[in-house]
């Protein structure tokens, strides 16, 4: 499973991932204090996306995605093009 090494390319094949089959897709984060990383996971059982890093800005940006995936996630309606991903 290979990470991915800029966070557009990710936060991108992430929000395809979650927009072909919704109730597939899981997202699990990680954060290791030891080494100081974070890592988003997001998979569907057969295709498995990753991003590790150890910078505060991405962070933030990992914060977002997870913020907006989790609102999809609940949400009743169809989003067929309702995320933008900055």
């Known amino acids: 499973m290979p990470f991915y090494q ?35 996971k997001v998979t569907d ?3 498995c996306l ?3 890093t150890d910078q505060a800005q991405d962070v933030k940006k990992i914060e977002k995605l997870h913020g907006k995936l989790m609102r999809l996630m609940v949400s009743k309606e169809t989003h067929s093009g309702a995320m933008e991903t900055d």
Do not use: S
């Open 50 to 52: 990753q991003y590790k």
């Open 45 to 47: 059982n057969a295709v």
């Open 6 to 40: 800029t966070w557009e390319e990710f936060a991108r094949a992430a929000e395809k991932l979650y927009l072909t089959d919704p109730m597939k897709v899981r997202v699990v984060l990680k954060y290791r204090h030891c080494d100081g990383n974070l890592c988003i």
